[in-house]
C-alpha cells in the first residue's frame, strides 16, 4: 500500500505573534494522486505548506499529521523529507558560498547516511551523472550546478531548481507551492513537464496555487479550496474551472458570514 | 628601564634591554650596518611608552593580561627540527611543485629549498639574515625603510631591534615567479619570537607568496612581535596569502604594510584563527597611479579570542582602486574588532575605494565591532564602505533541513558559505579545504 499524508484538524499560530492561521484542516493526499489546494490570497495555504515541513516560524496548536504511518509533528524537517515529503517553495532561500550541486549531493548523502550509518555516499561520477540528466530533463544550463543556491537566480530558475530538487530527491509526497507564480509560460511549460515526467503510482502531489493556469498543465484529480484557515470546498477538475470562471467571490459570500 | 610591578611577578612590559640586542646581533655575527639599524630602533623603542587603553588605537584592545615576564623569552632553537612542524603546514600549495620553501622552527631555518629554476632568473629568496649578508645594498634599502617603519610604533620599533628570524624574496625587473613560495614560521616552544617578512617585486614583476604562522600548544604566554612588508615596484603583481594560528597563550602584535607603484596590482589575504589576542595594523599605500590593491581578510574567534585588524587603504595617487572584504565569526566569550580607514592625499582624482567588513554572530556573549572611515580630500572620488552584522538565520538552516540534511550540517553549511566567497580568494584548493575544515572546526569545536 502507498504512504499516505493525512492531516486532522490542523490549527497553526504564527510563532512570533500568536496569530491564527489555520483553524482546522482536514485533507489527505496519497501516493499516485494528484490534489490541487485553491483559495484567495492570505487563506493559510503556504502556511499548511511550510507546516507539513516543519518550518519553526509556525506553531501547531492542534491537530495531528500522519504520514506514511508516523507521527509527522514529532520528526523534524530533515527527517520528515527524508521519510519522503518534498517542498517546493514559494520563495526559496538564496544560500551563499553553497553550490547547487553540493547542496544536493550532501542532500543525497544524508538519505544514505541514515539508512546506513557506515555509507560513504554516492560516489562523485554516479551523481554527476544523475544531476546531468535531471538537469537536461528541465532544460536547465549544466553551468547551474556550480552557481549558488538560488543566489542570483530569476524567478523561474528559482522554480527550476526547486523542481531539480524534487526530481534528485524522489520525494513520495510532493508538494507544490505557488510553483506557477512569477513564471513566463515557457517556464511553466518546463516546469510542468518536469514534474508530470516525475509523476506515477509513487508521487503523491498537492499542487497550491491561487490560479488555474499551472493545472492546465498538470491535471488534478480533486481540488479543494481553502479559505480563512479551513478548507471549505472540496471536489474534482470541475471546481477549478468554476473558480477559473468565477473567482473567489461565492466562497467569500458563502464563508465569511460564518466567521 | 624602569619596570613597574604591577603584582609580583607581573610586568607591563617586556623586560629587553639593549645588551638583548647586542647579544642577539653578536651571535649571528650580523653585519655592522645591521646592528646599527637594530641600534638605533632600540633607540626608538626606549623612548616610546607602552600602548595604553588611553591610546586611540588600543581603546577597545586590552592587551594587559600578557604576562610579559613567560612571552618576552626570547625563544632558542633547541634542536627541534621539521618534524614537529603539523603535516597540514608542510603540504605543498601545489601539486606541481614549489618556487621556493622555507620552514623555520622556533626561529630556525630547518627546511630551505629553492628551485633553480627560480634561482635562474636571478630570484633571491633566503632567510633574511643570509641575504643581509649576501644581499647587503638590496636589503639595507629595503629593510624598515619604505614599508613598515621603526617609528610606527612601540612594537614596531622592538621589531626593528629585535627581530629573530625573516624571510627575503626579491623577483628582478620583468621576471615572472610561476611557482609559488612557500615559508612556514612554527615555534614549538612558547616565548617571544619576531618574524620577519620582506618581499621586493622589482619593475613589471610577478610572485605569489603564502606564509603561515602556528605554535605548539602551551601553558604559558608568548608574543609575535612581527613585521611585514609588501614592495610591489611598477607594473609589478604579487598574490600574498598569510594564515595565522598561533596557540591560545600567544599574543601578536604586527605591523604589516604594502606600497604599490604605478599600475600594480596586490591581492593580499589573510586569516586569523588562532592567538588568544591578536593586534595586526594592515595597511595599503597606492603609491602610483593606477595601483590597485585588494585586501580580503577572514577569522573566526572562538572561547576568549580577541582580534582587532586595523586596516588602512591609502590612495597616495590618482586612478588608483582598493577593495577591502573581511569576513569574520565570533563565538563563545570571543572579541573582534576591525578599523578601516580609506584615506586620499588632496588633489587625487579619480580614485576608487570600497571596504566591507561583514560580520557574523554566533553567540549572545562574544561580540563584534567594525568601524570604517572615509577620509577623502578629493572631489572625483567614488569611496565607499559597509559594515553588517548578522547571526545564523534560521530560514536557510530550515531550507537545507527540508532537504533531509540534519540540523548540525545546515548549520555547518550555512556558516561555510558565509566564508567560501573569501576562501574562493586563496590560489591554492588544498588550502582552501583545509581552512574550511579549520573553520568547521571552531564550530563544532
Redesign the interface.
Known amino acids: 500500500m502507498g504512504a499516505a499524508l493525512e492531516i486532522r484538524n490542523l490549527h497553526v499560530n504564527v510563532a512570533e505573534t500568536g496569530e491564527s492561521i489555520l483553524r482546522g484542516v482536514d485533507l489527505t493526499i496519497k501516493q499516485g494522486e494528484i490534489h490541487a489546494l485553491m483559495g484567495p490570497n492570505g487563506s493559510g495555504k503556504s502556511t499548511l505548506a511550510n507546516v507539513l ?5 509556525y506553531e501547531v496548536t492542534a491537530g495531528q499529521i500522519i504520514f506514511d504511518g508516523k507521527e509527522l509533528l514529532e520528526m ?3 527527517e ?3 521519510a519522503g515529503l518534498f ?1 517546493a ?1 514559494q520563495y ?7 553550490t547547487v550541486a553540493n ?2 549531493r ?2 543525497l548523502n ?2 544514505m547516511k ?1 539508512q546506513d550509518p557506515g555509507s560513504k555516499g554516492i560516489p562523485v561520477p554516479q551523481f554527476a551523472r544523475l544531476l546531468r540528466s535531471k538537469m537536461d530533463q528541465l532544460e536547465m544550463d549544466h553551468s547551474f550546478a556550480g552557481r ?1 543556491l538560488n543566489e542570483g537566480f530569476s524567478g523561474g530558475e528559482k522554480k527550476r531548481a526547486e523542481i531539480l ?1 524534487m526530481a534528485t ?1 524522489d520525494p513520495k509526497i510532493a508538494i507544490l507551492d505557488e510553483t506557477d507564480s512569477g513564471l513566463d509560460i515557457d517556464a511553466l511549460r518546463i516546469v510542468s513537464e518536469g514534474v508530470n515526467s516525475l509523476k506515477g503510482p509513487d508521487l503523491g502531489v498537492l499542487v497550491i496555487t491561487h490560479y488555474q493556469r499551472i493545472l492546465n498543465y498538470i491535471a488534478p484529480q480533486f481540488v479543494h479550496v481553502m479559505f480563512r484557515g479551513r478548507i471549505v470546498e472540496n471536489g474534482g477538475p470541475e471546481l477549478a474551472l468554476k473558480l477559473e470562471e468565477t473567482g473567489y467571490d461565492w466562497i467569500r459570500e458563502k464563508y465569511e458570514v460564518t466567521e | 628601564m624602569v619596570v613597574v610591578r604591577r603584582r609580583p611577578g607581573a610586568a607591563v612590559a617586556p623586560g629587553y634591554t639593549q645588551a638583548n640586542v647586542e647579544a642577539l646581533s653578536a651571535a649571528h655575527d650580523e653585519p655592522q650596518w645591521l646592528l646599527e639599524s637594530r641600534l638605533m630602533a632600540w633607540d626608538i623603542y626606549d623612548d616610546l611608552p607602552m600602548p595604553s587603553p588611553q591610546d586611540e588605537e588600543w581603546r577597545r584592545t586590552d592587551y594587559r593580561s600578557i604576562r610579559w615576564d613567560e612571552a618576552d623569552k626570547l625563544i632558542e632553537a633547541n634542536g627541534a627540527n621539521v618534524q614537529t612542524v603539523p603535516a597540514a603546514n608542510l603540504e605543498p600549495l601545489v601539486g606541481s611543485g614549489e618556487g621556493g620553501t622555507m620552514i623555520f622552527v622556533d626561529g630556525k631555518l630547518v627546511k630551505y629549498e629553492f628551485a633553480p629554476t627560480m634561482a635562474d632568473q636571478g630570484i633571491i629568496f633566503q632567510d633574511l639574515r643570509t641575504a643581509a649578508r649576501d644581499h647587503a645594498e638590496l636589503v639595507r634599502k629595503n629593510l624598515m625603510t619604505r614599508a613598515v617603519k621603526t617609528t610606527d610604533g612601540k612594537f614596531a620599533a622592538l621589531h626593528g631591534a629585535l627581530w629573530t628570524h625573516g624571510v627575503f624574496l626579491y623577483v628582478p625587473h620583468g621576471k615572472a615567479a610561476e611557482l609559488p613560495f612557500h615559508v612556514v614560521m612554527y615555534n614549538s616552544q612558547p616565548g617571544a619570537s619576531l618574524g620577519h617578512v620582506l618581499i621586493v617585486l622589482d619593475e613589471a614583476s610577478q610572485a605569489t607568496v603564502q606564509v603561515e604562522y602556528a605554535s605548539a600548544q602551551a601553558d604559558t604566554h608568548s608574543a609575535y612581535i612581527g613585521a611585514t612588508e609588501l614592495l610591489v615596484g611598477d607594473g609589478g603583481n604579487l598574490k600574498y596569502v598569510a594564515l595565522q594560528d598561533w596557540n591560545r597563550e600567544s599574543y601578536e602584535f604586527s605591523h604589516q604594510r604594502a606600497r604599490i607603484g604605478r599600475d600594480a596590482n596586490l591581492d593580499w589575504v589573510i586569516g586569523v584563527m588562532g592567538s588568544r589576542l591578536t593586534k595586526a595594523y594592515l595597511e595599503l599605500e597606492l603609491d602610483g597611479i593606477g595601483a590597485n590593491g585588494r585586501m580580503s581578510g577572514f577569522f573566526f574567534a572562538d572561547h576568549n579570542q580577541m582580534f582587532d585588524l586595523d586596516t588602512q587603504q591609502n590612495h597616495n595617487a590618482a586612478l588608483t582602486t582598493s577593495d577591502l572584504l573581511y569576513k569574520g565569526a565570533a563565538k563563545d566569550h570571543a572579541r573582534t574588532l576591525w578599523q578601516g580607514m580609506i584615506k586620499s592625499q588632496p588633489d587625487m582624482q579619480k580614485i576608487d575605494g570600497f571596504q566591507a567588513c561583514r560580520n557574523m554572530l554566533l553567540s549572545d556573549t562574544a561580540r563584534m565591532d567594525a568601524i570604517p572611515g572615509l577620509e577623502i580630500e578629493a572631489d572625483d572620488v567614488r569611496c565607499s564602505h559597509a559594515a553588517t552584522f548578522g547571526t545564523l538565520e534560521q530560514e536557510p538552516v530550515f531550507y537545507l533541513m527540508s532537504r533531509g540534511i540534519p540540523r548540525p550540517e545546515a548549520e555547518l553549511m550555512v556558516i561555510e558559505g558565509f566564508f567560501d566567497e573569501l576562501l574562493d580568494r586563496i590560489p591554492f584548493e588544498r588550502v582552501k579545504e583545509r581552512l574550511q575544515a579549520s573553520v568547521e572546526g571552531k564550530i563544532v569545536g
Not at chain 1, 515541513?53 to 516560524?57: I, M, V, Y
Open positions: 515541513l516543519g518550518n519553526p516560524a523534524e524537517p530533515d520528515r523529507s527524508r517542498l517553495f526559496p532561500v538564496s544560500i551563499p558560498g553553497v547542496f544536493l550532501q542532500a544524508a538519505r541514515a549558488y530538487q530527491l
